[in-house]
């Protein structure tokens, strides 16, 4: 149990937020598969004050994904905390701010990672949107700019004079965007002299390594992002290949159909959409390569449901080849909105 300002969050490990993928659906299915809480997909501050409707409409939610964690970027201090005051209107547990984006039209531009190298600027901003809302405000962090600035320690110090509530640390810098490996040992330190929550995250493959990353470094939760896209099941402990053909088939289906009730519109939107995640459901199923190509080319619901129903696979045998984690990173479906 984790208690972040008033809120109480059960459980030990979370979807990590990521923009293209944590939207409401799938939130709704990782929750449901024992994600601890929910994190929104990173949403502009600048957007947000303009009255952009498809920013806001990325805090859309339900009530099962509680509690939801609004996830803001930006870096002029009034317009993210004006920004903030619209979000809470929405009436989110928690509001973070994004210190933590690698992709450059972010962090180049002093917002996501950019805060890092403006810590104080990103303290001010954490006192300001919890003046303005009244809502706990947390933050996510890398380890610094580049090797040369490592600054994490300095950074959750100052945040945390700020009055921010918990703390994520992804264990690489901003240089390293998804390139080498987190470095658990420097999340472990943070850990050590925190006064805050810390949730670890970078790298971790199934929920058994986040218990024990949990353990070992002594973090309060940890997050899992890469593997948990078409892996909700990693929530509850359950290998993806220990999970018959039929249920994923299943879940890739009700997926889908959630998918087309939140974003309705005439056209093939809501499909276009799911590719990303029907491709992550069935990687390394060995499922078949040419049946693969023909459900990511057609645009009609009721052909990709039928074309997909007929697929028969016996077990699910996990290739060999390992998944390219570093294929997938943060710039991949960013739509800076
Ligand atoms: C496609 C994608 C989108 C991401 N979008 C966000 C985001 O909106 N906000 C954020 O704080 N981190 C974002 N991240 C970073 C992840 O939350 C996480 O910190 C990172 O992927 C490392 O964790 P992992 O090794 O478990 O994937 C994104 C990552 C990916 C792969």
Redesign the pocket.
């Given at each position: 149990m984790v208690k972040v300002g008033n809120v109480i969050i059960e459980g030990d490990v979370a979807l990590?937020?990521?923009?293209?993928?944590?939207d409401s659906p799938y939130r709704q299915i990782t929750k449901r598969f024992g994600s601890a809480f929910s994190?929104?997909?990173?949403v502009s501050t600048e957007q947000l004050k303009l009255g952009n409707a498809k920013s806001l409409d990325m805090f859309r939610f339900v009530e099962i994904e509680r509690p939801i964690v609004f996830?803001i970027?930006g870096s002029d201090l009034e317009t993210v905390v004006q920004a903030s005051e619209i979000a809470a209107e929405r009436k989110p547990d928690i509001i973070?701010l994004?210190m933590?984006?690698s992709v450059s039209k972010v962090s180049h531009n002093g917002s996501?990672a950019g805060l890092l190298k403006n810590i104080r600027l990103a303290g001010k901003m954490i006192e300001g949107i919890k003046k303005k809302t009244n809502l706990p405000v947390t933050a996510?962090i890398r380890l610094g700019w580049d090797s040369h600035s490592l600054n994490y320690l300095e950074t959750v110090k100052v945040l945390e004079d700020s009055g921010v509530s918990a703390i994520?640390v992804?264990g690489?810098t901003k240089v390293m965007a998804?390139t080498g490996f987190?470095d658990w040992n420097a999340i472990g330190e943070i850990k050590a002299k925190a006064n805050v929550p810390i949730y670890g995250?970078?790298?971790?493959q199934t929920y058994k390594e986040a218990l024990e990353k949990k353990k070992q470094y002594g973090v309060d939760l940890v997050?899992?992002?890469?593997?948990?896209?078409g892996n909700p099941w990693i929530f509850g402990n359950t290998p993806k290949q220990m999970v018959p053909w039929f249920q994923i088939r299943s879940l890739i289906l009700e997926h889908l159909d959630m998918m087309l009730d939140f974003y309705p519109s005439t056209d093939d939107y809501a499909l276009i959409l799911f590719r990303k995640h029907f491709i992550k459901y069935i990687e390394n199923l060995g499922f078949p390569e040419d049946i693969k190509r023909n459900l990511l080319s057609v645009s009609s619901v009721n052909e990709f449901k039928e074309k997909l129903e007929s697929v028969q696979m016996d077990s699910n045998i996990l290739e060999t080849s390992e998944i390219n984690?570093e294929s997938?990173?943060?710039?991949?479906?960013?739509s800076l909105v």
């Open positions: 990590s937020p990521m923009a293209g993928i944590s994190y929104t997909e990173f996830q970027f973070d994004n933590g984006c996501g996510k994520s992804h690489r998804y987190a995250n970078g790298d971790v997050l899992i992002g890469r593997k948990a896209i984690n997938i990173n943060c710039e991949t479906f960013v």
